[in-house]
């Protein structure tokens, strides 16, 4: 009886999660003075490579409520990227999500994995948070939005959904 309760406490432990779901889009700027993408190294084949492997990128993209890249701010997408297959244009994704107004400001997620670029949905892990978001862990789904290489920018959807446990007690 008493192996049988203490198989179960763990579960016990934890109230029902709560989920979330958030909506924005990721403004990507390759250069000018708006420019919130910056290449910081790459490799002796990344000139050469039709997938740009090598090629690592620090980013500080603004996230805002709509496509529309003068919309409302709700945060910033700060982290790396960088082109990590020989054979198709996909990047690893190391990115922390920082949300500067509303319900969440001054709370966090990250998303770490592989973005292949040339499909037109993609899922990646959210694997935590702080603040609003402590223990979370979920799932992002993004899509390119659109692309204007006419001033080097781009836009991302994003769709995020994050459930987070909580402790009742311990």
Do not use: W
């Not at 192996?3 to 924005?24: C, D, E, G, M, Q």
């Not at 770490?112 to 899922?123: C, F, I, P, T």
């Amino acid at each position: 009886m008493i192996i049988i309760a203490l198989l179960l406490l763990p579960s016990a432990a934890y109230a029902k999660p709560k989920v979330t779901r958030l909506h924005f889009f990721l403004q990507d700027t390759f250069s000018g003075p708006n420019a919130s993408v910056y290449p910081v190294a790459q490799s002796e084949i990344t000139s050469n490579s039709s997938t740009s492997f090598g090629l690592v990128c620090v980013v500080d993209d603004p996230l805002t409520v709509d496509p529309n890249p003068n919309s409302e701010l709700v945060g910033r997408a700060q982290g790396t990227v960088a082109y990590a297959d020989l054979n198709e244009q996909a990047i690893h994704v190391s990115l922390t999500f920082v949300f500067t107004s509303g319900e969440y400001n001054g709370s966090t997620l990250t998303m770490v994995g592989r973005n292949s670029l040339s499909h037109q949905y993609r899922r990646m892990p959210i694997v935590g948070g702080t603040g609003a978001f402590e223990l979370a862990q979920g799932i992002a789904t993004t899509r390119t939005y659109s692309t204007r290489p006419q001033i080097d920018h781009s836009t991302a959807e994003f769709n995020i959904t994050v459930a987070q446990m909580y402790r009742l007690f311990g």
